[in-house]
């Protein structure tokens, strides 16, 4: 029985993918096909036209893993290496393989071209390997198999690679058929309003009940920005077995962190409080200085929010604070634009112009620039106001630069929108 391959590393090669010009993509959509057959992307590396080097690379993933896919490096010039570099690894003769020579004089033919002599080079493979059609470019991929491991070669412009990794990955495919029968599922916790540390610190004595477990639970914790989330990943060949020791394990830890856990279905934070807002028949306005509009945006960014979104009020200037919000020039004159007072006026002059049931309004300074002792940089004041509460103001200290603050107070936002609903 052939051995079911279980985890894989990519190689993307081109020494245009170091520079900062280009961003290999392509290990995520291979990271995301693979999943569904239960392959594990084990390891990613980046590898430019060295022949030597990537010789070296592919090498130590083969040795270590189940699965190596390398992507580009595939072309006709003297810089598409791959070739070279896995048959070298492998010991392997590089043979010309006539039908690709075919395949791509053909290809120039019905293009009234002459095929270059240069693009023989793309018929060279190394021996034994199997030739992989590509309907939308000149470079055949390759699938090679090394005892109980495969190695695959793709190219690297997504429209050739995609359709390509599709076929392997069908039933019948060479990768599809030693995907074996046991599948990978995941289930996910979203959390804001507490750090990484804290987390950890929450769920750690729940993962250790789980070493017990007949299938042991990978964990993953990632940190963004005004958000902690929770990844659980499964190995199976029972679905439904694995997907309710998922979701029992996932409450146990959104038991543990509390209120800071609003999500459990992948929702995003703003799809999580315009579900609120839409089940409770609100509507949301927002009053922007130092975010910009971003809050409106990720509001709006979510598609139907019409049902709840009123509208938003940009005032970066104290000119505007007081014309469109009605924020008094003698609050601007005795406590500045980034303070509860102001935020507050902005909170209420929003609320008489729009009549929205939840007014939003953020004043901050986001940097570079502008910050003082008293304020410094990442200052940033929220107030919300929302029929039936009273006002909830307050001033936070957010690290970072201008893109991370701004984000930063936009996500306090929603939680606090988010957790007055709540009560």
Not at 364 to 371: E, F, I, L, Y
Request: overall charge neutral; aromatic content about 2%.
């Amino acid at each position: 029985m052939t051995t079911p391959l279980r985890t894989a590393e990519v190689i993307a090669v081109g020494s245009e993918l170091l520079g900062w010009t280009r961003l290999d993509t392509n290990s995520l959509f291979i990271a995301e096909q693979l999943s569904r057959l239960g392959i594990e992307l084990k390891g990613k590396a980046v590898v430019g036209d060295d022949r030597a080097r990537l010789t070296n690379v592919f090498r130590q993933s083969l040795a270590r893993t189940d699965l190596v896919v390398l992507t580009g490096g595939l072309g006709p010039t003297d810089d598409d290496l791959t070739r070279e570099a896995v048959a070298d690894a492998l010991g392997l003769e590089l043979v010309e393989d006539e039908s690709i020579t075919v395949s791509i004089r053909h290809r120039f033919e019905r293009r009234g071209m002459r095929m270059p002599e240069v693009n023989r080079r793309q018929a060279m493979v190394p021996r034994g390997a199997e030739s992989l059609s590509n309907a939308n470019g000149s470079a055949p991929g390759l699938s090679i198999g090394v005892n109980a491991k495969l190695v695959v070669l793709l190219p690297g412009p997504p429209r050739e690679l995609q359709p390509m990794l599709l076929a392997l990955c069908a039933r019948d495919g060479a990768i599809g058929r030693r995907a074996g029968s046991e599948r990978l599922y995941t289930v996910s916790l979203f959390t804001t309003g507490v750090s990484e540390s804290h987390v950890e610190e929450l769920v750690q004595p729940i993962y250790a009940t789980w070493r017990d477990l007949p299938t042991p639970i990978e964990t993953t914790i990632l940190a963004t920005p005004g958000q902690v989330e929770l990844h659980l990943t499964l190995r199976s060949a029972d679905k439904d077995a694995a997907v309710r020791t998922l979701e029992r394990s996932r409450d146990e830890l959104a038991t543990a962190i509390g209120d800071a856990a609003f999500s459990a279905d992948g929702r995003q934070l703003p799809r999580v409080v315009g579900d609120m807002l839409r089940e409770r028949n609100l509507t949301v306005a927002a009053a922007e200085s130092c975010t910009g509009g971003l809050l409106m945006q990720r509001l709006t960014d979510v598609a139907g929010s019409s049902a709840y979104v009123k509208g938003g009020v940009v005032a970066y200037s104290n000119e505007l604070k007081a014309r469109l919000l009605g924020v008094d020039e003698a609050l601007l004159t005795a406590h500045g634009s980034v303070s509860e007072p102001v935020a507050a006026a902005m909170a209420e002059g929003l609320r008489r112009q729009t009549e929205a049931d939840v007014c939003v309004a953020i004043t901050g300074v986001a940097g570079p620039g502008g910050g003082t002792e008293a304020k410094p940089v990442g200052t940033v004041v929220i107030a919300i106001l929302i029929d039936g509460h009273p006002l909830a103001v307050r001033t936070h200290l957010f690290p970072g630069g201008r893109e991370m603050i701004r984000l930063q107070a936009t996500q306090v936002a929603l939680d606090r929108v988010r957790r007055m609903l709540m009560q």
